[in-house]
């Protein structure tokens, strides 16, 4: 009787086996994170992908800020690169102008008023679900929290600070005469300007504070175990802080305020809406009475 070595299909197959087949490099990815387009994907490997307003972009972003072909993103060898294509708003990594530049895990790519971040192939699926996640719960252009993030928060707040008897306050700010900055220097130098404050906001609240930007020039701090006393303080810090800074939208120096209202819960104001339309009111005073200070609504 033959043996199994001695089939000449067995050891033909055994032959011309290519044996385990080596796992190919997986693609990285770009998503856009901000403005149109707002989570649009493209996977990115040796062919260029190709970014911009035409329809025939791999990535197509129609806005009138971002250029017909924008830029292009391909990968060279362990590298991923990024290519201005002669933009008129120039591509921007990390806000630095390129022409052309290696991407790293995690950069922002900003095309006229849309910012795309860069996942590298490492753990591309995985980090793709979570910035999905960040999408739903953060604002993209500050980073921080976004309104509806921020609307679920209050109400377990509120929950929580009830059944302990803590108090809570809430403090909503508006960025004084904000429209003539975007009307005058553009939307790309008003958003700079939101950033900014985005970022003066953040060195201001404490670690259980709840920071949030819930319209256009307007963001909301929820602040836990605070009564108005304290809350008062930390807008009033807030305000001077950021009227203290020159800011140079289109590079020319600019004083920009804030003002803030500012409302406790009670018995009253036991949901969301309803604290947020007492800090509204109280905002609206402020407003009405020369912009650039703190109401409280009692």
């Given at each position: ?281 109280a905002l609206y005073r402020a407003k009405s009475q020369g912009r650039n200070q703190v109401c409280i609504q009692q």
């Open positions: 009787m033959a043996s199994k070595d001695d089939n000449p299909a067995t050891t033909q197959r055994t032959l011309l086996s290519a044996g385990p087949h080596s796992a190919s490099p997986r693609s990285a990815c770009v998503v856009v994170i901000h403005g149109e387009g707002l989570g649009r994907r493209a996977d990115v490997d040796e062919r260029a992908v190709v970014v911009g307003r035409s329809q025939e972009a791999d990535l197509h972003i129609p806005h009138k800020s971002v250029s017909r072909q924008h830029c292009h993103i391909w990968r060279d060898g362990d590298e991923y690169r990024i290519r201005d294509l002669q933009a008129t708003n120039p591509t921007r990594v990390n806000d630095k102008v390129v022409d052309e530049a290696v991407l790293n895990d995690g950069d922002h790519i900003t095309l006229g008023e849309s910012i795309l971040k860069f996942i590298s192939h490492s753990s591309v699926e995985a980090r793709y679900h979570e910035e999905i996640y960040q999408l739903a719960t953060q604002d993209a252009l500050t980073d921080l929290h976004n309104r509806r993030h921020f609307i679920d928060m209050v109400d377990k707040e509120i929950a929580r600070a009830m059944r302990h008897h803590r108090e809570l306050a809430m403090c909503i700010i508006d960025v004084d005469l904000f429209k003539p900055v975007n009307d005058r220097y553009g939307h790309i130098s008003g958003d700079n300007v939101l950033r900014q404050i985005a970022g003066i906001l953040r060195r201001h609240v404490r670690s259980d504070d709840f920071a949030a930007r819930i319209g256009g020039e307007e963001f909301a701090v929820l602040l836990p175990e605070c009564g108005m006393e304290a809350a008062y303080g930390f807008a009033e810090r807030l305000r001077e802080a950021i009227a203290a800074v020159e800011f140079r939208p289109g590079n020319e120096p600019q004083s920009i305020t804030v003002s803030i209202g500012i409302a406790a819960m009670t018995p009253e104001r036991d949901t969301c809406s309803r604290m947020m339309a007492a800090a509204d009111t």
